[in-house]
């Protein structure tokens, strides 16, 4: 069957179309060219010039996973039972942990409502990815993904501390992406998590690490080069080391360098610009980083906007959270050593408009948006949960649309923290092809997605229908239609169909060589056996509604 | 690449999870632990649905349990004795029928949730004590007594990445009747052993964590233990590379022992502060691990401890715990579980379902929570699985309505 959007006004900067008024025809799951005018329409939705941009894609969004199951669970006291019987009884309110960690049906759900129809789990432990695949696999409606974590696992660290060839390397990077079902690479403070177990309580760019005495330099050289040369598309993503200090825009500065021109993505920079100017010595350091983001040509970055409210911070980097967890609230927090792989720490935030820090930070991260030139390079997230709920996705567009609405919002800021932001002076507004490129295109070229994040014919039919409003934030949370490989999900903001989605992996040939070493290694250290780790794609598939899209990459 | 077929299954016996299981010595019934060898033994095949305790179709049994549960005004899914999927479809079975769901172990579960949910705690796995452990706090449990192979597979291994295994220092502090012999190191060297009965723990471990504070302390005794025992104990402790707290919340069985468990965990934070330890929750059975954290993804909260009086019907899942029965009283009893079920007077419906890691494929986690292992059919049966039971059990219901 074929189904006709008439009239349809497409913003797709992946195929340089901004605003072109056109009709879009749908089969088995794909966008087609204009069918023989003997070929049956079977469903045609006037649209009359509304808005249709390819599904959008969030790139970084923690959904699944051991520390997102725990950030669900930690707070209680504004949690009850939802009675299933009565659902719209208990309403999530803005302290509601089930607002800032949804469980996964409404994780889906809130994501298609909004027009989005993929988002990725940017960090999937490697020995707990068979648990982010199960929840990932309980998330309907949208497409997902996953990055895996590599940087502090000792496997690794025993490879570079006894320096091995770069291409026993990469037979273990794209091993990891075989056996954790997962899409990209990503460290997280590199050699940071692995020194907190050694009682180091800080890793620095180019600090040996205590025990293995190899610098992170080092090791984002070594994942750089492997994620380039296995050829996949996903440039590691790197949540730089000093995550939340003071000065640290130094060091996100120098891991631009590090790893000598090759691609990376600087994964949450608004928590890694911050320098040390002023009575609090707190201050923003945007500017420095969106010069350097602007020059470095093989940098991404995606911004990590926090939005003021109650969430839960969940995060691999438990060295860093074991210091967070002083400003918790409530006060408490989870922090874990996991396996010899990796780790987690899980803290309640309040950002809170009158608190200078987090006022600054709400500043940073727009300063980083409106200074960054080029809306193919900088992404639009919240770090979902850790900056806001990825629901504050459509406030936050408003927020870079509209100049006037972002100004009143800083009006209304800790004093001390306006007088330290250039803000008010950034006079920018994102385009719609802007926010487009930003939350479509660029997603899926960045991930490797070839037929997502456009609208081109041979792309899969997800597919996003708004009404242009001035207010932008009415806007983009409540599309009209919303089309998931195909099928209508979704209309006047209401999920009309439940479908699954699929999961998106990159799976580069490799050395299986590499293989005996890793099991010697599980023989000998490990609490399981190596054949174990490895997800299988029938695990995948499980229950019969997810299955893999596997992309061939490079 | 290729996936190779793991002749090695994981017995879901208990929360250790233990890989290591060979065809071979299911076949010839020889494993060093009483609860894989009782686990493996057991005969699940030759047993038909039964309806008020007669023989049944499985068509009749679904039919029989469906009009049970329309019946009821307030159904409960208990027991949940089963794996991830079997969790996920009680869910979804607690979701249609507006039934409340708890699990076999939510007492002990809760105890240990409590402390998470409102204070938070920092715990490390298995594979990081293998590696790193060099002192390891025993606080009220022997553990051996829920995790038979915990020293063999964790603690007296041949080799770690950061430590002497050999060397490592193992202290009982607490406990009941505790069988302290695994804790002897591979060269003979006995653990030291501070005792004191179970219900003593929380002002003893209140002690503790105040000398490991640098609190004064001035007492000289604390439950018949010398404070200056505990004081070493404390010295020890911050002296350690990674130091290791392990407690059994089902082994902590007295009245808000949450509060001890507590003390333990900020014994740990406090610890933290200079050195480095962990805590380290072990224990487990009946999957309440993964029937916790799929409730928890699913529903957005934990399981619940169940209100047994509030309830008109039960749905009783056992498939690790054959023997294991709803206290009497709420009826009617739903049984889909264990095929070798125990019952001393027959529930209303019994289906007979495949047991994960016996009769069928599954997944489990394992009680240190980030590590989840696929079970794989040691004796294959065609039983059905409880996800199956489950869909022809709402598919009756629907059809019902319809």
Known sequence: ?554 | MTIQQDSMHACPACGLLCDDISADAIARQQFSCGKAAKFYARVTTGVSPQVAGQPASLAEAVRAAAAALKQAAAPLVAGSSTDVHGARALVRLAQHTGAAMTHINASSTLRNMKVLQHRGWQTTTLTEVRNRADVILMIGTDVVSHNTRFFERVVWVDEAMFTEPAARQIIYLGGDQLNTQPGVSPDGRAPEVIACASEHLPEVVAILRALVMDKPVTATTVAGVAVSTLKTLAATLKAAKYATLVWVSKDLHYDHAELTIENITETVVALNQKSRAMGLSMGGSDGDTSVNYAHTWLNGVIIDAPAWESHDAVVWVNSYSPQAMPPAGTQPVIVLGAPDSIFESAPAVFIPVATPGLDCNGQQFRVDGSVTLPLTAAKPTDLPTLTQVVALIEAQLQGDLA
């Open chain 1, 1 to 554: 069957m074929i189904t006709l959007l008439k009239n349809a006004k497409v913003i797709d900067p992946a195929n340089h179309k901004d605003g072109v008024v056109q009709d879009i025809y749908i089969r088995d799951g794909r966008i087609i060219a204009k069918p023989a005018d003997s070929e049956k329409i079977g469903q045609v939705h006037d649209l009359n010039g509304k808005i249709v941009m390819a599904g959008a894609i969030d790139m970084h969004s923690h959904i699944g996973g051991g520390k997102v199951n725990i950030a669900r669970m930690l707070l209680p006291e504004y949690q009850a039972m939802r009675r299933l019987e009565e659902p719209e009884a208990h309403i999530c309110g803005a302290n509601c942990s089930h607002h800032a960690t949804p469980n996964t049906t409404d994780t889906g759900m809130r994501y298609i409502e909004m027009g989005y129809t993929a988002a990725f789990e940017p960090a999937v432990l490697a020995v707990n990815a068979r648990q982010a695949h199960m929840e990932m696999g309980d998330t309907p409606m949208i497409d997902k993904g996953g990055y895996a974590m590599l940087g502090n696992d000792d496997y690794f660290l025993r490879l570079l501390s006894q320096n091995a060839d770069q291409k026993t390397i990469n037979d273990y990077v794209a091993w990891t992406l075989h056996a954790t079902q997962t899409i990209g690479i990503k460290v997280v403070n590199p050699g940071g998590i692995s020194a907190f177990k050694f009682n180091e309580r800080r890793q620095d760019l180019d600090q040996q690490h205590s025990h293995y005495h190899i610098t992170p330099r080092r090791i984002l050289q070594a994942l750089s080069r492997a994620v380039n040369e296995i050829g996949i598309a996903k440039p590691l993503h790197v949540h730089c080391n000093n995550l939340g200090v003071a000065g640290n825009f130094q060091t996100t500065l120098d891991t631009m360098g590090a790893s000598d021109g090759l691609p990376m993505h600087l994964t949450h920079i608004q928590f890694h610009s911050y320098g040390t100017e002023g009575d609090k010595k707190f201050s923003s350091a945007a500017a420095n980083i969106a010069e350097a983001i602007n020059s470095n040509k093989h940098i991404t970055a995606d911004v990590g906007q926090i939005l003021f409210g109650q969430t839960v911070t969940a995060s691999g980097d438990n060295m860093m959270q074991h210091l967070n967890a002083k400003v918790a609230n409530p006060k408490k927090s989870v922090i874990m050593d996991i396996e010899c792989d990796a780790g987690c720490g899980v803290v309640p935030f309040k950002y809170r408009d009158q608190n200078y820090v987090n006022a600054l930070q709400w500043a940073i991260g727009l300063e980083v948006f409106l200074s960054v030139d080029d809306p193919w390079r900088v992404f639009l997230t919240t770090d979902h949960p850790n900056g806001a709920p990825f629901t504050s996705y459509p406030h936050l567009i408003r927020l870079l649309m509209d100049k006037t609405f972002r100004n009143d919002a800083f009006d209304k800021l800790n004093l001390d923290a306006q007088a330290m932001s250039n803000l008010k002076s950034l006079d920018r507004e994102y385009s719609l092809y802007e926010i487009a490129t930003m939350t479509r295109s660029a997603p899926a070229k960045l991930i490797g997605l070839q037929d997502r994040g456009h609208l081109g014919v041979g792309a899969a039919a997800d597919i996003t229908v708004y009404t242009e409003q001035a207010d932008k934030e009415a806007m983009f949370a409540k599309p009209d239609l919303v089309f998931k490989d195909g099928e209508l999900v979704v209309k006047e903001g209401k999920v009309v169909k439940v479908v699954w989605g699929a999961t998106h992996t990159a799976k580069p040939t490799f050395d299986l060589g590499v293989e005996k070493d890793i099991k010697q290694y599980f023989d000998r250290y490990h609490t399981m056996q190596m054949n174990n780790f490895k997800i299988s794609n029938d695990q995948i598939a499980e229950d019969g509604r997810n299955h893999v899209i596997n992309h061939v990459q490079g």
